[in-house]
């Protein structure tokens, strides 16, 4: 049979895509990239803002809609969220978060039995799924180490979706990455939901990426995102000391505003965030720190955006993901008075936006003549694409080997 996955939101919820497919693929099912001429659809969800809850649901209908016989599995962050109204869709598999490790097993009962598959979990309540691939079809590698997140920010839904914070075993960590390596990766991507709060048998991140270090033919460790507050003492003194840490951060700031901050219930001011930057850049001068901004947020005034807007520009990040504020139901921000109009949270997205453009030019002009190595990642008619350690996206003209390094002159 033939299937097809369609996945929304973060790394994370890839990953996992990842993970189911390679599952799907070791037992004969076959993948299909037109989901209209597959058996199979599997639909990862994502739930992160309602914008994001209605591209799923509007995908889904339309799924069934175009072919009423396609075996429609819907699993993730939506389905978890809003559990009452995906059983009232034409689903034939319905799970949350957790199970996606058994989706085999749950497509071959269904097959056999014919009847419609539907079960949650308490989100609250579970362990560390543990999911894994020991290839990827590009070169960079993900491990995802953690899952979950208490930190009950004001405006997000994800801890009540995800569940508390659990991480994989300290040793699986090390013998996957083996793997992955022994089968040609020169980059691990470590992700999770909250990576920086990893902790497996008293080992914590930081250990985590010491003995990592030690696989000889791994040359890139990169993590996929960290707290401010999670970068401690002996975080800094890892990233001191191990080249092979990526030469990037991506640091979540959400708001440049103290009184927003606090409204946000994030757990530092800008005092804390600006001296912990200064801390990382004198360890290394040349690391690019990208991160995200909340626009928007209930009660946001224009004061408090021009704060941001100007604290962003004396970070100087080298890239501003940004995002306007959407009202999650379930969360404390939802109940907030001042909910800012969508006309000037368009406005003040474009330009924190349009500063974002400036920085990233003005990091990316710092590497021009310089020595840089580069991971290919594309390959065709004599141009090779790839990332830099600090993730500059560099176009070579020459026809260089997918998945190694090479250094050249930016």
Do not use: W
């Not at 369609?6 to 993948?31: A, D, P, R, W």
Request: proline share 2%; net charge positive.
């Amino acid at each position: 049979m033939k299937f097809s996955i369609i996945t929304f939101g973060c790394k994370v919820n890839q990953y996992e895509s990842n993970v189911m497919k390679e599952l799907m693929l070791h037992h004969n099912f076959c993948y299909e990239e037109k989901t209209e001429q597959a058996d199979i659809v599997i639909i990862n969800t994502c739930s992160v803002t309602n914008v994001a809850d209605k591209k799923c649901l509007k995908t889904i209908r339309q799924i069934k809609k175009i072919n009423p016989k396609i075996i429609l599995v819907v699993c993730g962050c939506s389905a978890q969220n809003k559990q009452v109204l995906y059983k009232g869709l034409d689903v034939d598999i319905l799970i949350g978060n957790k199970d996606k490790s058994k989706i085999v097993d749950i497509i071959k009962d269904y097959l056999t039995n014919k009847q419609r598959y539907v079960k949650f979990y308490n989100s609250r309540n579970l362990e560390f799924e543990d999911m894994k691939i020991d290839n990827f079809n590009h070169v960079r590698a993900f491990i995802k180490i953690e899952d979950g997140c208490d930190n009950f920010c004001s405006y997000c839904i994800i801890p009540y979706v995800r569940g508390t914070v659990r991480c994989k075993d300290f040793e699986k960590v090390i013998d996957e990455a083996k793997t992955l390596v022994n089968n040609g990766h020169q980059e691990i991507v470590l992700t999770g939901i909250h990576t920086g709060r990893y902790n497996s048998n008293n080992y914590v991140l930081s250990d985590l990426l010491n003995e990592l270090a030690k696989i000889k033919d791994l040359k890139r460790i990169r993590i996929s995102s960290i707290e401010i507050t999670e970068l401690n003492d002996k975080f800094m003194e890892t990233l001191r000391k191990n080249p092979k840490i990526c030469n990037h951060l991506h640091i979540p700031l959400q708001s440049g505003s103290n009184t927003v901050l606090q409204r946000m219930n994030r757990k530092y001011d800008l005092t804390y965030f600006e001296n912990k930057i200064k801390e990382i850049r004198k360890i290394r001068p040349d690391i690019s720190i990208t991160t995200d901004v909340i626009v928007g947020f209930p009660g946001e005034t224009e004061q408090e955006f021009n704060d941001c807007f100007n604290f962003c520009n004396k970070i100087k990040f080298s890239k501003i993901h940004v995002f306007p504020y959407s009202l999650r139901e379930g969360t404390k921000a939802a109940l907030m008075p001042e909910q800012v109009s969508p006309q000037i949270k368009k406005e003040r997205v474009n330009r924190l936006i349009e500063l974002s453009n400036e920085l990233e030019k003005e990091y990316y002009n710092k590497f021009k003549g310089k020595n840089v190595d580069i991971l290919i990642e594309e390959c065709d008619n004599n141009i090779s694409l790839g990332h830099t350690s600090n993730y500059l996206y560099v176009k070579i003209n020459e026809n260089l080997e997918k998945g190694k390094i090479y250094n050249r002159i930016l």
